[in-house]
């Protein structure tokens, strides 16, 4: 079972991503990485959410990434998922069992990526306090609907995600 499990705003959370883009630039090819950003609810101070730190990480090319970075990063613990139906980009989980609980989520993605425009989610929740904690009362109706489902928890988001992705780039 994978529950959905929330937790309050941990502050080492904005340390614990830095930390880990420290250590993505110093093993992976110079070359590779073009950006790193944190986001989703753990990267949006005083917000619930998994304790899980989701990156998204820029490349040139998810190919050369699958074939160069996948392999080093499996040297650090992540598990990359070979399956992803999207071959636009490439998924990585850091601590699945048995070698512990999920501490980090990778995505790599390239600059023209649809991924990127979750950056546009988590800064309109920075900037609207309010906005977040409608965020927040809607994330626990659906951990507590969806609590062994961590799909069903993600799906019923999307509308949610979209609507405020759309009140952030504005008229």
């Not at 499990?5 to 420290?22: G, H, K, M």
């Not at 005083?46 to 040139?60: C, E, N």
């Not at 050369?64 to 636009?88: F, K, M």
């Amino acid at each position: 079972m994978d529950e959905v499990i929330l937790v309050p705003y941990d502050p080492s959370w904005p340390e614990r991503f830095s930390q880990e883009a420290a250590l993505l630039r110093s093993v992976l090819p110079a070359a590779l990485p073009t950006r790193i950003e944190h986001f989703g609810s753990t990267a949006v101070a005083g917000l619930q959410a998994k304790p899980i730190i989701d990156i998204l990480l820029g490349v040139t090319s998810v190919d050369e990434a699958r074939e160069n970075a996948v392999p080093i990063l499996e040297t650090l613990g992540y598990s990359y998922w070979s399956a992803d139906p999207r071959r636009d980009r490439l998924f990585l989980v850091k601590g699945l069992p048995p070698n512990g609980p999920r501490s980090h989520h990778l995505h790599i993605v390239e600059p023209g990526s649809a991924d990127w425009e979750r950056l546009l989610f988590r800064d309109y929740l920075r900037a609207n306090p309010d906005e977040a904690q409608r965020y927040a009362a809607l994330k626990h109706e659906w951990a507590d609907l969806y609590f062994g489902d961590r799909e069903a928890y993600t799906d019923a988001k999307t509308e949610y995600v979209r609507y405020v992705t759309e009140l952030a780039r504005g008229p």
